[in-house]
């Protein structure tokens, strides 16, 4: 017996699994000397004391890396102290860029041996002006007196993007000021964990501190227990002293059962979700992170997107958390957008949060910004090398990649009587992600070649990428009870060049709605719609305000040529 139990313990020491290396996220937040205008609000945070600490890490080189900047949102760059058990470790730095991006890289001098754990130390502070420019919103900002931001806007993360045990512990929390909260997307509390990769647990967390506002109110499901059910996951939104111009209440609901949808068609029902609100100088707008989402608004951001535009807009970034490539390549960003753009609408529509109308609705708006909106004909090579340089260009990921996506269900479905489609695809590519295969472009035309056929499957894809009119089969959503029929659009055309935004009006389009509206070279632009919410219905108005001779004048008009271009849209079965 005792030779039989010695051998099971033999076996188990052979078998077991090793531990996950750990990395210990420590921030402690600085705050400002109190003063009479924060005695009401309390004092503000100015910067983060950071301490990782990297435990039965594989010591490789390079040790750490980090986004120093993404189009141009740039990121805090912090000088960085490094030890181990031993005593000081003096990192290497070099820098690798590619055609938008820059990344940083720390490593380990040749010949340095690590005994024990890995601790690094610096100071986030937030500089003025960081993050102003064509980029997404991913840097750490200061917000009302506190700081909300991504991972990646300022978190180096250890470079090898293998599986780790995530923790993130607020240190002296019992020592806040009254009323200071600290939230990620981890969770609520002193201490958190989530294991995965870096490059999604680390760069895509957000995190927020000040005086929160919160909902569900404080007190009422701290967001850490299950919402509604046992197979639903927790959801919260919070902000900073100022309240988003939108009914929360109303709101709240609503996008509780919109990600509830997305998160469970992927598979995932029992995953938290957490939104955060952001104030911005100007605009509004989005982006995704792991389990939640920021969106960044205005006082007047509630004028401008309508509750429908809203909800659909963080539908769309709740899908982010599973439209996932590895490793992440930016050839590959009209799946992740397209993906998200797609399942924004078909996840809600797919589990009855959305009705009929909705749907056929959000479909065509998603159909007529890819064929009106000027990009058609592009290689998708020049639109990688261009991407950040106009709104159409970024748009082009969402929107081709949206209508290839219903291109191939319709190939999927015919190929297999109706029995497959695109779910199955992408789902599949999910759950391949998940066992940390590569999961590229590649895959995915593989994936849709199990189906279709290695010709088809790489036909559609080469005739996508490389400009040709992507045209989905007629009855590709038959089974909703629709059919595809051409209905020309007039192009997008904004009527001057979009370098105005900020300054004075220049490169004006003769003859264009803008000048028509009463727009002149020249004019000093004070305030300014989104363009991209302008182009995302056929509708849709742009509105400007500017000032001429030190009068102001609010300009509205339609940012549409009157050339009409080759457009579809969806219909009713049985309509004309």
Same mark, same amino acid.
């Given at each position: 017996m005792l030779s039989i139990i010695y051998t099971f313990l033999l076996l188990g020491r052979v078998t077991a699994t090793p531990p996950l290396p750990r990395l210990l996220i420590s921030l402690t937040p600085i705050f400002s000397t109190p003063t009479t205008t924060s005695s009401t609000s309390g004092p503000e945070i100015t910067a983060l004391n950071v301490t990782l600490v990297l435990t039965g890490a594989p010591y490789t080189s390079p040790l750490l890396s980090h986004l120093l900047n993404n189009g141009a949102t740039r990121t805090i760059n912090a000088t960085l102290s490094a030890s181990d058990s031993t005593g000081p470790l003096s990192l290497s730095t070099h820098v690798d860029k590619n055609t938008s991006n820059a990344i940083q890289f720390w490593s380990v001098p040749s010949g340095r041996n690590i005994v024990g754990d890995i601790t690094v130390r610096f100071l986030a502070e937030v500089p003025p002006g960081l993050g102003i420019g064509n980029g997404p919103r991913i840097d750490l900002r200061r917000d009302q007196g506190g700081l909300i931001g991504l991972g990646e806007g300022f978190l180096p993360r250890p470079a090898v993007d293998e599986e780790w045990d995530v923790i993130v512990r607020w240190e002296n929390t019992d020592a806040y000021p009254n009323g200071i909260r600290a939230v990620s997307s981890l969770g609520e509390g002193h201490e958190v964990r989530a294991q995965g990769r870096p490059g999604r647990i680390v760069d895509k967390t957000y995190f927020a501190v000040r005086r929160l506002g919160r909902w569900p109110p404080w007190g009422e499901d701290e967001g850490e227990s299950q919402s509604q059910s046992e197979n639903e996951g927790p959801f919260a939104m919070y902000w900073v002293r100022e309240a988003p111009p939108w009914d929360l209440d109303r709101l709240g609901e609503r996008i509780k059962m919109l990600t509830a949808a997305v998160r469970n068609f992927f598979g995932e029902g029992k995953d938290s979700f957490r939104m955060f609100w952001r104030r911005a100088a100007r605009g509004y707008g989005g &982006? @995704? @992170?792991?389990?939640?989402?920021?969106? /960044?608004? *205005?006082? =007047?951001? @509630?004028?401008?997107?309508? #509750?429908?535009? =809203?909800?659909? =807009? #963080?539908?769309?970034?709740?899908v982010h958390g599973y439209a996932l490539m590895n490793p992440v390549r930016q050839q590959d960003v009209w799946y992740r957008e397209g993906v998200a753009t797609y399942y924004a609408v078909m996840a809600p529509f797919l589990a009855g949060v959305v009705d009929g109308d909705y749907f056929v609705r959000c479909m065509n708006n998603n159909a007529q910004a890819y064929y009106t909106g000027g990009t058609t004909g592009l290689n998708w090579t020049y639109v990688l090398q261009n991407y950040w340089t106009s709104t159409p260009l970024v748009r082009t990921s969402y929107f081709r990649g949206f209508i290839y996506l219903a291109q191939v269900h319709g190939l999927v479905q015919q190929a297999t009587d109706g029995t497959k489609g695109l779910d199955d695809v992408v789902l599949a590519l999910y759950q391949r992600y998940k066992t940390d295969a590569v999961t590229q472009g590649e895959q995915f035309? +593989? +994936?849709? &070649? /199990?189906?279709?056929?290695? *010709? *088809? &499957? &790489? +036909?559609s894809f080469e005739d996508m990428t490389s400009g040709k009119l992507v045209i989905p089969a007629t009855d590709s959503f038959a089974k909703y009870g629709l059919k595809l029929v051409r209905q020309d659009a007039e192009k997008l055309e904004l009527g001057f060049s979009e370098a105005s935004f900020g300054g004075v009006i220049t490169g004006l389009v003769a003859g264009s709605r803008a000048e028509e509206a009463g727009i002149r070279e020249g004019d000093k632009v004070v305030r300014f719609w989104s363009f991209s919410t302008a182009a995302d219905s056929l509708n849709n108005k742009m509105k400007v305000v500017i000032e001429r001779d030190g009068q102001q004048s609010t300009i509205t008009y339609s940012p549409r040529s009157r050339n009409k271009v080759e457009c579809y849209q969806w219909v009713r079965m049985g309509a004309a």
């Amino acid at each position: 017996m005792l030779s039989i139990i010695y051998t099971f313990l033999l076996l188990g020491r052979v078998t077991a699994t090793p531990p996950l290396p750990r990395l210990l996220i420590s921030l402690t937040p600085i705050f400002s000397t109190p003063t009479t205008t924060s005695s009401t609000s309390g004092p503000e945070i100015t910067a983060l004391n950071v301490t990782l600490v990297l435990t039965g890490a594989p010591y490789t080189s390079p040790l750490l890396s980090h986004l120093l900047n993404n189009g141009a949102t740039r990121t805090i760059n912090a000088t960085l102290s490094a030890s181990d058990s031993t005593g000081p470790l003096s990192l290497s730095t070099h820098v690798d860029k590619n055609t938008s991006n820059a990344i940083q890289f720390w490593s380990v001098p040749s010949g340095r041996n690590i005994v024990g754990d890995i601790t690094v130390r610096f100071l986030a502070e937030v500089p003025p002006g960081l993050g102003i420019g064509n980029g997404p919103r991913i840097d750490l900002r200061r917000d009302q007196g506190g700081l909300i931001g991504l991972g990646e806007g300022f978190l180096p993360r250890p470079a090898v993007d293998e599986e780790w045990d995530v923790i993130v512990r607020w240190e002296n929390t019992d020592a806040y000021p009254n009323g200071i909260r600290a939230v990620s997307s981890l969770g609520e509390g002193h201490e958190v964990r989530a294991q995965g990769r870096p490059g999604r647990i680390v760069d895509k967390t957000y995190f927020a501190v000040r005086r929160l506002g919160r909902w569900p109110p404080w007190g009422e499901d701290e967001g850490e227990s299950q919402s509604q059910s046992e197979n639903e996951g927790p959801f919260a939104m919070y902000w900073v002293r100022e309240a988003p111009p939108w009914d929360l209440d109303r709101l709240g609901e609503r996008i509780k059962m919109l990600t509830a949808a997305v998160r469970n068609f992927f598979g995932e029902g029992k995953d938290s979700f957490r939104m955060f609100w952001r104030r911005a100088a100007r605009g509004y707008g989005g &982006a @995704g @992170g792991f389990r939640s989402f920021m969106m /960044e608004f *205005t006082s =007047l951001a @509630g004028e401008e997107l309508s #509750i429908d535009e =809203l909800e659909n =807009l #963080i539908s769309h970034e709740s899908v982010h958390g599973y439209a996932l490539m590895n490793p992440v390549r930016q050839q590959d960003v009209w799946y992740r957008e397209g993906v998200a753009t797609y399942y924004a609408v078909m996840a809600p529509f797919l589990a009855g949060v959305v009705d009929g109308d909705y749907f056929v609705r959000c479909m065509n708006n998603n159909a007529q910004a890819y064929y009106t909106g000027g990009t058609t004909g592009l290689n998708w090579t020049y639109v990688l090398q261009n991407y950040w340089t106009s709104t159409p260009l970024v748009r082009t990921s969402y929107f081709r990649g949206f209508i290839y996506l219903a291109q191939v269900h319709g190939l999927v479905q015919q190929a297999t009587d109706g029995t497959k489609g695109l779910d199955d695809v992408v789902l599949a590519l999910y759950q391949r992600y998940k066992t940390d295969a590569v999961t590229q472009g590649e895959q995915f035309v +593989a +994936a849709v &070649a /199990e189906y279709v056929g290695n *010709t *088809t &499957a &790489a +036909a559609s894809f080469e005739d996508m990428t490389s400009g040709k009119l992507v045209i989905p089969a007629t009855d590709s959503f038959a089974k909703y009870g629709l059919k595809l029929v051409r209905q020309d659009a007039e192009k997008l055309e904004l009527g001057f060049s979009e370098a105005s935004f900020g300054g004075v009006i220049t490169g004006l389009v003769a003859g264009s709605r803008a000048e028509e509206a009463g727009i002149r070279e020249g004019d000093k632009v004070v305030r300014f719609w989104s363009f991209s919410t302008a182009a995302d219905s056929l509708n849709n108005k742009m509105k400007v305000v500017i000032e001429r001779d030190g009068q102001q004048s609010t300009i509205t008009y339609s940012p549409r040529s009157r050339n009409k271009v080759e457009c579809y849209q969806w219909v009713r079965m049985g309509a004309a």
